[in-house]
Every structure is written in C-alpha cells, then in structure tokens.
C-alpha cells in the first residue's frame, strides 16, 4: 500500500484499490448473494441522521449506496427492499449510534 495525503492510498502493485481498504458486505436480492462496497457504513451514517419515515430512509441509504455502487435500473425496487431490510435488522440488533 502507498500513497500520501495528495494522492490517496493506493495498491503498489496494480494501482487499484488495496485489498484492505475494500469494504463490500453481500446481502440477498432476490435470492442471489450481491456484493455493496460500505454497506455497514452506509446504514450506520443513515441510522445517525434519526429518521422515521420509511421511504425517506430507503432513498438516503440508496443514494449512499449509488456513490460506491452500481443498482441497475430495472432492479431497483429489489435494491431497495433488500437495502431496507438490512436497515431493520441493524436496527433491531440494538446497536448504539453516536452522536457528533
């Protein structure tokens, strides 16, 4: 791994990202296991903003989740029930939410 602060971090040997900094999660859509990149983050930074209505939740993790990426269009409603669904179970798991 190399880089400085102008450059980012960055894998010396191809240039990508390095392995340790990949940070995909898979969840079933539709029965089949799909990879997203910082899923954990995504709806620990969603829960944090103290939402209530559901829609409006589901667009904000789908929005953040769009950033690292890529939903098809015509599967999006599978997206964002699965996305959703995940929403619920971190929520129900208790876990505890710092506030800035």
Request: some cysteine; aromatic content about 6%; overall charge positive.
């Amino acid at each position: 791994m190399a880089g400085d602060g102008k450059d980012g971090i960055y894998c010396t040997i191809c240039g990508g990202i390095p392995p340790d900094q990949i940070k995909i999660r898979k969840i079933p859509i539709e029965g089949k296991e799909t990879g997203i990149d910082r899923l954990d983050w995504i709806l620990l930074d969603v829960a944090s903003l103290g939402l209530t209505d559901e829609e409006t939740i589901t667009g904000e993790i789908v929005k953040r989740v769009r950033k690292f990426n890529y939903i098809p269009g015509r599967k999006e409603a599978e997206y964002r029930k699965a996305l959703l669904r995940e929403y619920r179970m971190l929520i129900a798991s208790g876990v505890r939410l710092e506030k800035e």
